[in-house]
């Protein structure tokens, strides 16, 4: 199966719904059909006027560091806060392979996947990237799904799990309880166990939910554990970015301390449109999008395929 594939079949009813009304409309149909949910270049003026907001600059990587190296100082209490900057986003697919570095999965589940749309709305090529990844839910379906000693929030509000015993069947609960599919049960093989030469880096040694694992089928630690993207906590608590956010190549990720009025996420996220998905479920997601567009393209608002 694609990545395509994979993901119209992940994309709910509606959504996929959305997206085939909008493939059998013109450019002009799509924006009389969707009125404000999909606004045409000459609608522009029509839209409310956003109010002027931060944009980075400066070496973002080395502020966001400097941020980070604030938030675990001794007597620091952080929040961390994941922040997408859609309009950057080029779907390059550097953090999906960045964190499949990082956080060793096989071929069969990832932590991270961008997900593109296209759009019929203009005569050039129109997509939509967007990165997903697992949202560290304040009020997480997952963990209501499993008893309270299998999975947990870490005061920072990371949501991390026992992989020794979110297992089997409890597993399967937590993964199916996520609406975004960020949570999968590991089927313990790997990319290449199969072939003439399975790689070591496959079966090394990682830490992740603070313990120590590994892929080498042997040890079966791994085949049958629920797993998911942790926000790279064990280098977060180490002073370093997760993998995605300094694999970045387009700028488009911003990640540090909510509580830190001073921190970027903070700067960039000041007055502006921000989208938070899934919130009509009550999940107080820690990854949220930018809403605005760059001018003068059309502008599409997330709530169009999203709840
Ligand atoms: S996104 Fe899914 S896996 Fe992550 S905390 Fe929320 S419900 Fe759990
Ligand atoms: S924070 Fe780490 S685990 Fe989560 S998507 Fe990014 S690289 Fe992967
Ligand atoms: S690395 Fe950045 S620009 Fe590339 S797909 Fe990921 S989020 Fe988008």
Redesign the pocket.
């Known amino acids: 199966m694609t990545p395509k594939e994979d993901d119209d079949r992940r994309a709910p009813a509606a959504r996929r719904d959305f997206f085939k009304v909008l493939g059998s409309l013109g450019a002009g149909g799509v924006t009389a059909a969707f009125g404000l949910k999909v606004l045409g270049s000459r609608n522009l003026e029509a839209a409310p006027a956003p109010p002027p907001l931060a944009e980075p600059t400066g070496n973002v990587i080395l502020r966001m560091q400097q941020d980070l190296e604030r938030a675990i100082s001794p007597g620091a209490a952080p929040s961390w806060l994941m922040v997408v900057d859609t309009r950057k986003c080029i779907g390059c697919d550097s953090c999906t392979v960045a964190c499949r570095a990082e956080n060793p999965a096989g071929p069969g589940g990832a932590f991270r996947r961008v997900i593109k749309k296209e759009l019929p709305i203009s005569a050039r090529p129109w997509v939509i990237y967007k990165p997903a990844n ?4 304040d009020d ?4 209501r799904a499993v008893p309270k000693d299998m999975m947990w929030k870490r005061s920072d509000g990371i ?1 991390e799990l026992d992989p020794g015993r979110l297992r089997g069947p409890y597993a399967q609960a ?1 993964a199916q ?4 599919h ?2 999968h049960v590991d089927d313990g093989v790997t990319f290449t166990q199969d072939t003439p030469q399975p790689q070591a880096y496959e079966s090394r040694t990682f830490v992740e939910n603070g313990v120590a694992q590994s892929r080498k089928p042997e040890l079966g630690a791994i085949a049958g554990a629920g797993r ?2 942790t926000f790279c906590s064990h280098l977060l608590d180490v002073g370093v970015l997760p993998a995605c956010v300094s694999t970045c190549l387009g700028g488009a990720m911003y990640f540090g301390d909510a509580n830190d009025k001073n921190s970027l996420v903070s700067e960039v996220t000041q007055g502006r449109r921000v989208f938070k998905g899934h919130q009509n479920q009550g ?1 107080k ?1 820690r990854v949220i999008y930018f809403e605005e567009s760059m001018p003068g393209t059309p502008h599409i608002d997330c709530s169009a395929c999203h709840s």
């Open positions: 697992c949202l560290q839910c997480a379906p997952c963990m949501v937590a309880a996520c609406p975004i960020a949570l998911k993207c999940l997601p």
